[in-house]
């Protein structure tokens, strides 16, 4: 079965350091995600992406992160300039499609990579 | 973001028994989904439901969309020891987010 692929696992980085964590989504799915999980916490959307451009993001998606399809299958999350509060799991998703219209239309589930464990120190 | 609470928070129960857990906000959702997650792994998808008031199985796992909109159950019949994780709930809005509830652990004791 297709499955959403994220490397590296693990990525230790100093404080101030920009880290990229990189995903390849299933082929041929349309919309792809970016979500956090600090340590014993629930899982937070940062940022939602269509058609090469952001659709969606949260207030934690601040100008400390980026987003990019740099090629026909790796999506990546940048994060400039890490803080400690930074370090947390990084689980990227994706979507087949859209369905329905109007006020009832909704996405595809979503299905996750194994994560990127980002520890700030 | 959208408050989902699940409960309860985390179970304890021996194998072989049912389990009942729920996710309920404030908000209506267009899509429930459901999701277990083992210790560094990333979730997985158990169930989704789409219209309200659907009641839709997996195996040993029952789910169902409340009829308004703003709930979903799941119930787990005659557990085994590899239930053991945490199951979170995320449900859709209109756009292309889904948030996601505060978890359920999960215990089975042989």
């Known amino acids: 079965e297709p499955e959403v692929t994220q490397t590296p696992s693990h990525q230790v980085t100093q404080m101030g350091q920009e880290v990229i964590l990189r995903c390849v989504p299933i082929?041929?799915?349309?919309?792809f995600y970016w979500y956090r999980q600090i340590l014993g916490q629930k899982v937070e959307f940062l940022v939602s992406?269509?058609?090469?451009?952001?659709?969606?993001k949260s207030e934690i998606f601040d100008d400390q992160f980026s987003v990019e399809r740099p090629d026909g299958s790796n999506f990546t999350l940048k994060i400039r300039s890490t803080k400690l509060e930074d370090s947390a799991m990084y689980f990227c998703?994706?979507?087949?499609?859209?369905?329905?219209?109007?006020?009832?239309?909704?996405?595809?589930?979503?299905?996750f990579g194994n994560g990127t464990r980002l520890t700030v120190t | 973001g959208q408050q989902l609470n699940q409960s309860p928070q985390s179970m304890f129960i021996q194998e072989g028994e049912d389990v009942s857990m729920n996710c309920t906000s404030s908000s209506i959702f267009n899509t429930w989904l459901w999701y277990k997650q083992d210790p560094g792994e990333g979730p997985v998808l158990l169930i989704a439901l789409y219209k309200a008031g659907e009641l839709t199985s997996n195996g040993r796992l029952t789910a169902q969309f409340g009829i308004t909109r703003k709930d979903s159950f799941l119930n787990i019949s005659a557990s085994i020891p590899s239930d053991v994780g945490i199951y979170f709930c995320?449900?859709?809005?209109?756009?292309?987010?889904?948030?996601f509830g505060t978890g359920t652990s999960l215990t089975v004791i042989p």
């Open positions: 992406f269509y058609n090469n451009e952001i659709s969606e």
């Open positions: 995320a449900g859709q809005l209109r756009g292309n987010q889904f948030y």
């Open positions: 998703a994706s979507s087949e499609n859209r369905r329905g219209q109007g006020q009832m239309s909704y996405n595809s589930p979503l299905h």
């Open positions: 082929s041929n799915h349309l919309y």
